[in-house]
């Protein structure tokens, strides 16, 4: 599946003295399986942008297609199901539910997708081991480390099959180790699974990790280029 942007253009308080161009007729492709980096400096745009992607903004003009469907056409309705059926989600803030255990917060979306009990708990049991808390799965988010939680969020986000997963900063609250960690994760399950990943970052952690750059600044893309220094994850994924 492909992601077209064309002349996607946000204007957030758009009848006042005081506009704010957060987009400015942005004009983008992300082919599946792509490992994207959108980068620039706070207020540049990249988490609208990201939100665009996403279904949970809509522009002022221009359209995000992916493959045949335009997203930004779409009613509210249409959109919560889309959100649910096809894109995977990833805070800074993690946004766990605090009264849910690791297992329960991945299980949860795939019970809103109409899952059995059984089939949600395998698969949240199988995600959470592969990203590494096989023995935390019924721990809660306040007896989870950062690090710990951001890997709940991954395999949440991962939970109903996602084509794509829109990571907003989401290593803005991490140490250096729980970073590396948590990219050869999402790096590892980009190449096994063929998940377009696209990042929303200021990280220089994240970009040097990132098969492709776009750079965003004053609601304009600026730079896209292929990352000469990628490299693919050859390290096998705890089972």
């Not at 903004?57 to 919560?80: A, C, N, Q, W």
């Not at 081991?129 to 710990?148: A, D, F, I, M, T």
């Not at 907003?168 to 994760?185: M, Q």
Request: no cysteine; glycine share 6%.
């Amino acid at each position: 599946m492909t992601i077209k942007v064309r002349k996607l253009t946000k204007i957030y308080n758009p009848n006042t003295d005081f506009p704010v161009d957060a987009l400015k007729k942005v004009d983008l492709s992300i082919e599946q399986g792509e490992f994207v980096a959108v980068m620039g400096p706070s207020g540049s745009g990249k988490t609208t942008l990201l939100n665009m992607l996403g279904g949970l903004d809509t522009p002022t003009k221009g359209e995000v297609k992916i493959d045949d469907l335009v997203i930004t056409s779409l009613s509210e309705k249409e959109k919560i199901q889309f959100r649910r059926d096809q894109v995977g989600f990833i805070f800074q803030d993690y946004s766990l539910l605090p009264v849910l255990t690791a297992l329960e917060n991945v299980e949860f979306i795939m019970q809103l997708q109409g899952a059995t009990a059984s089939e949600s708990r395998a698969r949240a049991s199988k995600l959470l081991e592969r990203v590494g808390l096989g023995s935390h799965l019924h721990k809660r988010p306040s007896q989870l480390s950062g690090g710990q939680q951001q890997r709940v969020a991954v395999a949440r986000a991962l939970a109903p099959n996602p084509k794509f997963v829109m990571a907003d900063e989401p290593t803005a609250n991490l140490d250096a180790k729980s970073t590396a960690d948590l990219l050869d994760i999402m790096q590892q399950l980009n190449e096994s699974e063929g998940t377009t990943f696209i990042f929303s970052t200021h990280d220089p952690r994240v970009i040097s990790r990132a098969a492709r750059v776009i750079v965003i600044d004053d609601g304009a893309v600026t730079e896209d280029s292929l990352n000469p220094d990628y490299r693919p994850h050859l390290i096998p994924m705890a089972e």
